[in-house]
């Protein structure tokens, strides 16, 4: 486990490490920041596309182990956030607060942004054991459902930029759509009451119900 984990982590920086690489040899084409923005704001979709689905992959494969990638991958996508907002504040705005204000207010794609980045914030810094042992089991996993606002927040701010081709938000949304679909189906059928089998209605008229 340790192993593949590691090789994760390696491998999870490989997008940043070709951005650098192309930073060096050139390849960032004719607009340098915006291809780091771009790049980097879908890398923090994938991510957390990736972070989304370990829950239902262990569910399905049974493979406990994948629990303990979620939150490595989620730091992942908080990572890439970072990167993408600090392109946006420093390259593209140079720290002006007052245009960078006048451009939330103006543009809802950059509000959007904003929000699904503010949201991540709580969650990065709640991430350890310790913060998680301090909130308690419930409170933690109730605040990281916003996982799923972040996820929603950022869609719309691709919906939002893009202006002619949409079949990458539809791709994206479809794939948080089923996400969000499969957490739904697992709390449904927890919740369901058990539809009793030939067998446990045979024990039970025989009054020997829980006796397996
Ligand atoms: C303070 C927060 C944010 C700001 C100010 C911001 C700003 C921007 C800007 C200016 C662009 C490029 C628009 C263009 O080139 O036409 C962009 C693209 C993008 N952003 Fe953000 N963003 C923020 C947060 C986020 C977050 C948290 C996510 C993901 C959850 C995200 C995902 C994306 C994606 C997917 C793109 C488009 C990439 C592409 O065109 O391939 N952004 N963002």
């Known amino acids: 486990m340790r192993r593949i984990k590691a090789a ?3 491998a999870s920086l490989g997008p940043l490490a070709y951005l650098i690489w192309l930073g060096f040899t ?3 084409g004719a607009d340098p920041v915006e291809f780091i923005r771009r790049s980097t704001g879908t890398w923090t979709l994938d991510f957390l596309i990736i972070t989304l689905s370990m829950t239902p992959l262990r569910r399905m494969t049974g493979w406990h182990w994948l629990a303990r990638l ?3 991958f989620g730091l992942y996508a908080f ?3 970072v990167i993408h907002v600090v392109t946006y504040l420093w390259l593209d705005q140079l720290f002006d607060l007052e245009t960078i204000w006048r451009d939330v207010i103006k543009r809802p794609l950059i ?3 904003f929000l699904s980045f503010v949201l991540m914030i709580p969650l990065a810094a709640t991430s350890t ?3 998680a042992r301090r909130l308690g089991g419930k409170r933690w996993q109730q605040l990281h459902r916003a996982v ?4 929603i927040a950022g869609v719309i701010h691709f ?4 202006k002619l081709d949409y079949t990458r938000p539809l791709l994206y949304s479809m794939i948080f759509g089923c996400l969000l679909l499969a957490r739904f189906v697992y709390r449904f059928r927890r919740n369901a009451p058990a539809i009793p089998t030939v067998q446990s209605a045979a024990r039970m008229r025989d009054g020997r119900a829980g006796s397996v």
């Open 159 to 162: 919906w939002w930029l893009v």
């Open 26 to 28: 050139g390849g960032l």
């Open 70 to 72: 979620r939150r490595m």
């Open 129 to 131: 054991d310790r913060m």
């Open 111 to 113: 509000a959007a942004g």
């Open 8 to 10: 994760l982590f390696v």
């Open 79 to 81: 990572f890439y956030a």
């Open 148 to 151: 799923y606002a972040v996820a």
